[in-house]
């Protein structure tokens, strides 16, 4: 196995250690816990995680305009609940916290059993799921992916806003019916921890309905141009969103190149035009990755002025523009 | 089995888990993501460093605990909540009698924190035969529960990450269901 890394069991932790010298406005308490340092006085505190190699999830996202804290977990692994409860408890307010969790039954498990904890010390505690991944038939089954990061942004707008822990909880969850998304993928991702590939892929072949753990997706098919593969995601989507007017996230699994992306970014808004589809807002980049996997994922939400302007509103994370 | 022995068992399970860390994960690969083998070994690396306990309660609580801030995933709160679960029979020691109530504690615990029934393809499945079987009057041993976990392979996963691939999830045994062999079989085999 190539990768840039030390030793495989010290990888989250070096990471953590690499983010706080890029990021100042960070700090990292009790083992992979990663907060702002300018803590919130007011106002319902978002915490959210899960396993790490999705980055810049979610630490990424620790920052005004969106996340408190994020607890990060061993690589494509959900933080344990001790973890998450020491989260809860540095940035609780006296509003309350909301935990925005990605629905992989680790995270839930880990995350619900946190969120006990907590209201048995006295915090007001409410969590949300993130299923955005249609891919998976069965809706209630349905993963958390590239749409947390929108689910990250909306609420903690609403948080800025003044809306207290049960409107939030009330409004997100509404949003987070809204969202799908879909993803493939044409090189598998390399696990530091185990050294082995997340699953094998012929050359001509690509996985669609990927996951973001590395996961083998729901299907495989012969490789496409680029344009093939958006219209195939796009027949998959606009079997679940019918609205023409829409917010749009095109996310890239964290090895494609820039290149690429501004390839797919292009043959989208082809699309979009030829389909008579109204995009209000389209943000491009790497934002929920899965390593140094090689695809990307579009995420559809149909358009609100409220979900816009919560997009719009200023964030101090860089990762989110 | 008294506590010393338990505790001594639970111990070893770190080489057990180096041993199978490779197959756990190549088992995981096929049908999850892969990581089963790394976080069980991380959960028993950290059983063997910390553990104590002079009573078989004490040691079940003290495993549950650990296992539960050091796993993660979900085989961490599955398996360290049934750890803590368990603590609660207090007994002086595991005996082939007392047995049934150690494994059905640890079963219902499962059930509960994973929402699991049986012949969803899960850990659980070995669990729920360990059961009926030592209902039966038939003495556990660790060929019964390879047996056990052999039988996942037929089954169509409905539940956790494998569920994801539904039919292609058949010919795999279950990776939780192969950590419990070792488990159960750690609780089990000195009595």
Known sequence: ?321 | MNAELLLQNLKALKDTFEQEEQNLTQLDRVIGDGDHGVNMLRGFKAVDEKVSGTTISEVLKSTGMTLMSSVGGASGPLYGFSFVKMAGVDEDEITSDNLKSFIDEFKNAVATRGKVTGGEKTMYDVLLKASKHLEEGQPLTNEVLQQFADETKELEATKGRAAYFKKDSVGHIDPGAQSMVYVLNAISKDV
């Open chain 1, 1 to 321: 196995m190539k990768k840039l890394m030390k030793e495989k069991t010290n990888f989250v932790a070096d990471m953590l250690e690499g983010i706080k010298v890029m990021d100042h406005s960070v700090e990292i308490i009790s083992d992979n816990v990663v907060v702002r340092k300018n803590l919130k006085s007011k106002g319902v505190a978002l915490v959210s995680g899960g396993g790490s190699g999705h980055e810049p999830a979610h630490a990424g996202f620790v920052s005004e305009g969106m996340l408190d804290a994020a607890v990060c977990g061993e690589v494509f692994t959900s933080p344990t609940p001790d973890k998450i409860l020491d989260a809860i408890k540095h940035v609780a307010t006296e509003e309350g916290v909301l935990l925005i969790i990605k629905n992989y039954a680790g995270d839930v498990m880990n995350f619900e059993m946190a969120q006990e904890m907590a209201e048995m010390e006295g915090i007001q505690c409410q969590s949300v799921i993130v299923r955005d991944d249609i891919s998976i038939d069965n809706e209630q089954d349905r993963r958390g992916v590239a749409g947390t990061v929108f689910v990250h942004k909306y609420a903690g707008y609403l948080s800025d806003n003044g809306y207290n822990l049960t409107e939030i909880k009330e409004k997100v969850e509404a949003f987070i019916e809204s969202i799908k998304t879909i993803g493939m993928a044409i090189y598998p991702c390399l696990v530091p921890t185990t050294g082995q590939y997340g699953f094998d892929l012929d050359d001509e072949k690509m996985e669609i309905g990927i996951g973001i753990h590395g996961e083998r997706g729901i299907y495989q098919e012969n490789i496409e141009p680029v344009d093939d593969i958006i219209k195939r995601l796009m027949n998959e989507l606009e079997k679940e969103v019918s609205e023409k007017e829409l917010i749009v996230m095109i996310n890239g699994m964290g090895a494609t190149p820039d290149s690429e992306l501004a390839v797919i970014a292009k043959y989208f808004n082809d699309y979009a035009i030829n389909h008579k589809l109204d995009i209000k807002k389209c943000i491009v980049g790497n934002y929920m990755t899965a390593l140094d996997m090689q695809g990307f994922s579009i995420t559809l939400v149909p358009y609100q002025e409220e979900y816009l302007k919560a997009f719009n509103a200023p964030t101090e994370s860089k990762y989110f523009k």
